[in-house]
Every structure is written in C-alpha cells, then in structure tokens.
C-alpha cells in the first residue's frame, strides 16, 4: 500500500468517520428515492471535502491527486452517487483554477469550496463521443459574448450555482475554436429541461441546459479564446481518474459485501466461503479490484508529477480497467448472494446499477481505448 503523511492519514481518516457515519446509512435512501442529498452535501462543506484539490488560498486544502482519488474511493465504497458530487464538483471548478483570470479564481473559487456546486457542460444532444460537433456557439458582443445552444445528461446542471460551459467562438476552427464560459445560475437565457430518470447512480441530478441569448461578460471567458478544447482535455484527464477511483471504491464495497455474505450463508451443511466455485469468485473479484486499485493509483501519481507525456493514456487505462472491473465485480458479487443479491434488501444490485454508468460517461470505455490505442502508436 502507499505510504501517506499525517496529514493525508488525517484527512482520510475524517472521510471514513463520514461516510460511517453519514453516508453509508443513507446510500439505500438516496437510490430508492433518487433524491439529490443536501445533507450529504453540508457534512462535506463542514469538513473541507467539497474541493479539498483547490489550494488554501482558494478554500481548498491543496491535496494531491492521490489523495483525493483515495477519498473518492473510501466514499464510492458506500455511495458512488455521493462520490459523484465531489467529482462533478472538481470537473466544473479545474478548468477555472488551471486557466481562469484571477478575478475569475478569486469570484468563484471559495464559494465552490464552501457550499455552491458547480458542474461541466460539454456534452449535447447530437455531440457525444464527438464532442466537436458541439452545435453551441458565443459570439461576441461588446463587453459580452451570446450563448446559443443545448447541453444535456450534466451532473450537477439544475443545482449547480456555477456551471462551466463549451461553446465554439470560432467554428471552422474546430478544436482551436472552442472557448469555455463561466455561466451562474439565475443568468437570464440560461433555462432548464428535464432532468434524467437513471437507472443507476440515482440521487445525482443530470440535467438539459439551454442557452437563448445568455449574455456572458467576456470576464468570465475562461483563458484565451480557442484555449476551450485544451481546457476540456486536461480536465477530463482528471475525470477520468476521479472515475476510476470512484470505480475502484464500489467494486471494493461490493467484495466487502460479497465477503461477508459467503462467509454467513449456510447451504448444504456449512458457509458458501468453503466453496471452492465461491474462492475461485472472490479470488478474482479481489485480484482485479487491486490490480484496478493500483493502476489508478499510478495515474494519480503522474498526474501529481505534471507527467505530461504520460497522463492522458494512463487516465483513459485506470477508467476503462476500473470501470470493466467494477462492473465484473459487482455482477458477480449478486451471484455470490445469490436470490437475495437481486432483491433491493441487499446493496448489490444497486452497487451493479451504478457501476454501468461508469463505464459511460467522461468518455465511453470504447473512447478510453481509443484515446489509449492511439497514444500507445504515436510513436514518440
Ligand atoms: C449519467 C451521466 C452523467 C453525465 N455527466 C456529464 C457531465 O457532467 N458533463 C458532460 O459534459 N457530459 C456528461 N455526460 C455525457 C457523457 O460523457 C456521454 O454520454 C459520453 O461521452 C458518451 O456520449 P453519448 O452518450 O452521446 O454516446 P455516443 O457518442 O453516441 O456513443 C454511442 C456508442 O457508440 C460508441 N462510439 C462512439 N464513437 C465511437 C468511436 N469513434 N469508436 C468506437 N466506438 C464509438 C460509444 O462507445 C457508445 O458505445 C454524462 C452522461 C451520463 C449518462
């Protein structure tokens, strides 16, 4: 395991006596009533977890990337649903710290570290995968820029307070042309469609924006104009890490569950543990999880050491492994519980729900291995 410094063993620490505490005993709840958890959302702004990747100067606590990939795990092991506010969170407010003016940072960083939620708008109804074929444009207009366009399935949209959005500034500049916008709630133009009925990760808001003429201040254009499509990239690195860890902590909460059930239930005379079908199960649920475990952790680490080269394909990895891990691991572990691991008594067959969704968003697992196969022959 890799060492940590007090610090970091004390931040962890205090994120496991909340989700004792908090989270776990609500993480049935959130599924079943898939209602966003404000609580959830207090206990992290009480404790400095709402941004804790944010420097002190800004509110944060300036943890690594490591770090805060293991409290997304810790978290995720619970309530990968409550895990996810941390990371859409984190998606909204990086591409402001990394290239954002100072009056940007110093506007919406401390309220992002101490209650208001933010979220990342990229994704449209017709652009995907293919995310330059976003159709939303900004055209400039004296001391502001007019957004057109529709975002759709944003975690976070209809709550978050501040909303970092994608827009083209110059088309036929593709990649070069996209900028990102600094958008806050109650902006008029700025209107709501619906928000999505999920088959897992229930309880985290996914929502359709649409902007009619929403007039942004050119101040709150994040970096130069054409920087959009870079900013984008170098935060869903990050995204996809968070994913991962986010992967890491449910596929170890769902062996957890797998562990201590084989070893309770009794058929044919004694526990289902002394089963070699059921060893064999676990020994593999157990192994992938570590090994998932590990590579993310190595992406954290080069991410931390700015390992520019390397970060993109070992970000796209950790997310496809971990993902495909999680999703292995919590199917196998309803097999392990048998009937009861498909009845909603027991947190497998949510655990299952949610680890689908993983393997979707912040780029399609066939995505990840596209960005990954095509760095492996770059050839340099
Ligand atoms: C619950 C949820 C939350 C989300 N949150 C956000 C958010 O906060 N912000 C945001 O901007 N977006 C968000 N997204 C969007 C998410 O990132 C996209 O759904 C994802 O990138 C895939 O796009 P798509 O759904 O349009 O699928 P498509 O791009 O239409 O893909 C459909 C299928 O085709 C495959 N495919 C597409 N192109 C290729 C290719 N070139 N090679 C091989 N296979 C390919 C895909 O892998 C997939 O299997 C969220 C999505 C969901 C479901």
Redesign the pocket.
Known sequence: MIPLNDEQEMVLNTVRDVVRDRIAPRAAEIDSKDEFPWDIVEVYAQNGLLAPLLPEQYGGIGAEYLLFAMIIEEISKASPSAALILI?QA?GFLPIHSRGSDILKETYLPRLASGSLS?????E?G?????LSMKTRAVPNGDHYVLDGR???????SIADVITV?AYTNPARKAKGMSAFVVEKGSAGLAYGKN?D?MG?RG?V?SELIFEALAVPVQNRVGEEGEGFANMMETLDGSRLFAASQAVGLAQGAVDEAVGYARERVQFGGPIASLQAIQFMVADMVAYTEAARMLTYRAARLLDEGKKRQITRFCAMAKFVASDTAMKVTTDAVQVLGGYGYMKDFPVERMMRDAK?IQ????????M??VAGRDIFRGD
């Open positions: 859409a998606d979220a990342f708008a990229a994704t109804p652009a995907g995968s293919d995310i975002k759709c399935f944003i975690t976070n949209g994608f999505e999920k990760m985290s996914n969704l979707l968003y912040t780029g399609t697992n066939q995505i291995r596209l």
